[in-house]
């Protein structure tokens, strides 16, 4: 597809004979390079409106004067199968995302837990129900003692999964962070609060979690410390 743009782009500005044509393609290419560029720093395509408006610039920028030629019947083939694969990828995505959402909407625990093991059986690359089932099990982690230390390690494996997943989460470091300190883990939980930090030093979520880990270990200074940098002044 690139290979398609950038082909089109240079026939029309080299065999394009309307200046108004020209110039229409030169800016749609900037505003393809802006967005390209900003995706290095935000996640600005995921937004719908503005990946149609990337779609839409890609498209002027690179429609040449004799689009025909600019693939081989091989080439389009080869596109036309990629591009099959990736729309069910992406609806099988979308399946997945739908029965998080029903999981996450059951009132029963135990429900809760089997649709979630389902999915994740399903759709293992999904890190946000690793991490619902991690709160789960860290929700029913109460009362008889054995049970709570089962259902602790359920919980620690389930954040440790998500965090593999997506090692660039804070919030998910966190959650494995609190998991560990209860699981008996503190060093496992302080390198994991560590990392939550420097991932996301000022995202408020994350710093109140430091503050109360420190607290739990007596650390007034670094309470101090976290409290100052995560809470809005």
Known sequence: MVVAGVRGFRQRAQEGRDPFRKGMAVGALSGVVALFLHSFL????????????????????????????????????????????????????????????????????????????????????????????????WGLARGNPVLVRLRFQHAVADFEMCVRLRPSWSDAWANLGWMRFLAGDTGGAREAFDRAGELDPTRMSVGLARADFFAALGESDRVVQEAATSLPI
């Open 42 to 137: 935000d996640f600005n395509l995921r937004g719908s409106a503005n990946a149609l408006v990337f779609c839409a610039l890609a498209g002027l920028a690179s429609a040449a004067r004799t689009p025909d030629h600019l693939l081989s019947r091989r080439s389009t083939t080869g596109l036309a199968l990629f591009l099959t694969l990736a729309g069910l990828a992406a609806t099988w995505r979308t399946i997945g995302a739908a029965e998080l959402e029903r999981a996450a909407t059951a009132k029963s625990p135990d429900v809760k837990l089997d649709r979630l093991g389902g999915l994740v059986r399903q759709h293992p690359y999904l890190s946000e129900a690793w991490l619902e089932r991690g709160i789960t099990w």
